[in-house]
T-cell receptor, first 118, second 112 residues
Framework: DAMVIQNPRYQVTQFGKPVTLSCSQT?????MYWYQQKSSQAPKLLFH???????NEADTPDNFQSRRPNTSFCFLDIRSPGLGDAAMYLC?????????????????FGPGTRLTVT | ELKVEQNPLFLSMQEGKNYTIYCNYS?????LYWYRQDPGKSLESLFV?????AVKQEGRLMASLDTKARLSTLHITAAVHDLSATYFC????????????FGTGTRLQVFP
């Protein structure tokens, strides 16, 4: 079945120790998103890729970076995790064939990675 | 800036009862999604509403969209315990392509 896969599902890292979360998809979608969801809050978009073009949200801290080496994979790098970065990180994908125009396809979410910072 | 509000934030209801969750948004949009989230889990898509007057139903849940009022509702009929979860609405702003703005979420608890 086509799907969005995230690894690892649970990640524990130490304060200040870089960590990388990965997302892969078999849907062949051209848009990939990273969301941060803290406890009892709504998901918040960090950034997204439209094809290879990176789009950062204005309020995303510089501590968060992303890479998309190919259509199927996208990585979230947290350079120096702080206690406040503990959250669920959700990857999502969608298909948007015409840039600048609204997609008629919804976003499909992966299972998430729960990040703990000690 | 597009803002999305849900109410109530928390809903405790008895099995068999009916209730409605409301989702209001601040600027024009004709694209609204409802998601369900179980504790510690990811988001599960429930409904995609793409036009004014759209109504969709799945089991005990029915969602509608009124773009003129900038309002969507999620109606629960004869609630059962399995519906206990957090429900989010999310809106795509007309000036954006795919960016989703999520509502605050409604935590639903159904008790016997």
């Amino acid at each position: 079945d086509a799907m969005v896969i995230q690894n690892p599902r649970y990640q524990v890292t130490q304060f200040g120790k870089p960590v990388t979360l990965s997302c892969s998809q078999t849907l062949n979608h051209n848009v990939m998103y990273w969301y941060q969801q803290k406890s009892s809050q709504a998901p918040k978009l960090l950034f997204h890729y439209y094809d290879k073009d990176f789009n950062n949200e204005a309020d995303t801290p510089d501590n968060f970076q992303s890479r998309r080496p190919n259509t199927s994979f996208c990585f979230l790098d947290i350079r120096s995790p702080g206690l406040g970065d503990a959250a669920m990180y959700l990857c999502a994908t969608s298909k948007n064939p015409a840039r600048g125009r609204k997609s008629s396809y919804e976003q499909y979410f992966g299972p998430g990675t729960r990040l703990t910072v000690t | 800036e597009l803002k999305v509000e849900q109410n109530p934030l928390f809903l405790s209801m008895q099995e068999g009862k009916n209730y409605t969750i409301y989702c209001n948004y601040s600027t024009t949009s004709d694209r609204l999604y409802w998601y369900r989230q179980d504790p510690g889990k990811s988001l599960e898509s429930l409904f995609v509403l793409l036009s004014n007057g759209a109504v969709k139903q799945e089991g005990r849940l029915m969602a509608s969209l009124d773009t003129k009022a900038r309002l969507s509702t999620l109606h629960i009929t004869a609630a059962v315990h399995d519906l206990s979860a957090t429900y989010f609405c999310a809106v795509v702003g007309s000036y954006n392509t795919d960016k989703l703005i999520f509502g605050t979420g409604t935590r639903l608890q159904v008790f016997p």
